[in-house]
């Protein structure tokens, strides 16, 4: 059973950082892409990166030069480092890999 598990949202304040995590199971993610996308309260979701088997990663225009996107294949796992953050990210952020998406972990960026 394919399942993916986000964890480290939170409250930050702007400028502040946070490293989402996405813990995959029921496949190796080595060879696929894996996205992660948001979506922000009462709006559609908005894809934000894209990492790809070969290692390459596009990013949104709204979070390029602030967000890095990671993996580590050994562990099966997804991250995603936001820097600098602003009040627009605040959204519940989700991975994606293979059709499926986990069920989101919540990022507010609020003072």
């Known amino acids: 059973q394919v399942q993916l598990v986000e964890s480290g949202g939170g409250l930050v304040q702007p400028g502040g950082s946070l490293t989402l995590s996405c813990a995959v199971s029921?496949?190796?993610?080595?060879?696929?892409?894996m996205t992660w996308v948001r979506q922000a309260p009462g709006k559609g979701l908005e894809w934000v990166s894209t990492n790809t088997a070969g290692g390459t990663t596009t990013y949104a225009d709204s979070v390029k030069g602030r967000f890095t996107v990671f993996r580590d294949n050994a562990k099966n796992k997804l991250y995603l480092q936001m820097n600098r953050l602003k009040p627009e990210d605040t959204a519940v952020y989700y991975c994606s890999g293979r059709a499926s998406r986990g069920q989101g972990t919540q990022v507010t960026v609020s003072s």
């Open positions: 029921g496949y190796a993610i080595r060879p696929y892409p």
